[in-house]
């Protein structure tokens, strides 16, 4: 069964670095594009990034462009975020989601989710 | 960029109503829209796609109509498991914009 597990969210102060990222099990990672998504606390969700299957294309939000990288290891399975320059209103649950379109390319939208990993952005 | 809005914000109906909620894009996007349904602390799940085609595994009560500016996500007589936010998603292109949420309670 397809698995996505998160890890690397915590507190972080205004301006600093995390790296957030999310292991992926039980299909072709590889054959996927994926997506972060994120989620503040009470509020709704809001699409973050997405890389293409092979690492050759990735898209941002504007609220992150600039400050937030996508990356993928397709021999390790495994999708990444570095968030820099780091902000209070980037507090949120972050969650690692599988595109629904099997091979190159990205439908946008997600038929898998990971549980997500919190990251506070506070002093 | 398209905005998406949804309406109701939040409603409470008794279970085996029918329950609708709309979703209206700024601009035209086809029938390139998904619904996800998030129940209370657990992670989103996918509904429905291109509009009206549900998600293997999802109960047939639940379904969605329109295309270019308006949408519909209909539950033909609510359960108490339907207990959850609502959210519609526009992904005719990057980026992948959501609706703010309805969130559905029983009465």
């Known amino acids: 069964q397809v698995q996505l597990v998160e890890s690397g969210g915590g507190v972080v102060q205004p301006g600093r670095s995390q790296r957030l990222s999310c292991a992926a099990s039980g299909f072709t990672f590889s054959n996927y594009a994926m997506h972060w998504v994120r989620q503040a606390p009470g509020k709704g969700l809001e699409w973050v990034a997405v890389?293409?299957?092979?690492?050759?294309?990735?898209y941002y939000a504007d609220s992150v462009k600039g400050r937030f990288s996508i990356s993928r290891d397709n021999s390790k399975n495994t999708l990444s975020l570095q968030m820099n320059s780091l902000r209070p209103e980037d507090t949120a649950v972050y969650y690692c989601a599988r595109d629904s379109f099997l091979g190159p390319g990205a439908r946008y939208y997600f038929d898998y989710w990971g549980q997500g990993t919190l990251v506070t952005v506070s002093s | 960029d398209i905005q998406m809005t949804q309406s109701p914000s939040s409603l409470s109906a008794s279970v085996g109503d029918r329950v609708t909620i709309t979703c209206r894009a700024s601009?035209?996007?086809?029938?390139?829209l998904a619904w996800y349904q998030q129940k209370p602390g657990k992670v989103p799940k996918l509904l429905i796609y291109a509009a009206s085609t549900l998600q293997s595994g999802v109960p047939s009560r639940f379904s969605g109509s329109g295309s270019g500016t308006d949408f519909t996500l209909t539950i033909s007589s609510l359960q108490p498991e339907d207990v959850a936010t609502y959210y519609c998603?526009?992904?005719?292109?990057?980026?992948?914009?959501f609706g703010q949420g309805t969130k559905v309670e029983i009465k």
């Open positions: 998603q526009k992904y005719n292109s990057a980026p992948a914009m």
């Open positions: 601009q035209a996007i086809s029938n390139y």
């Open positions: 890389i293409l299957n092979h690492g050759s294309n990735e």
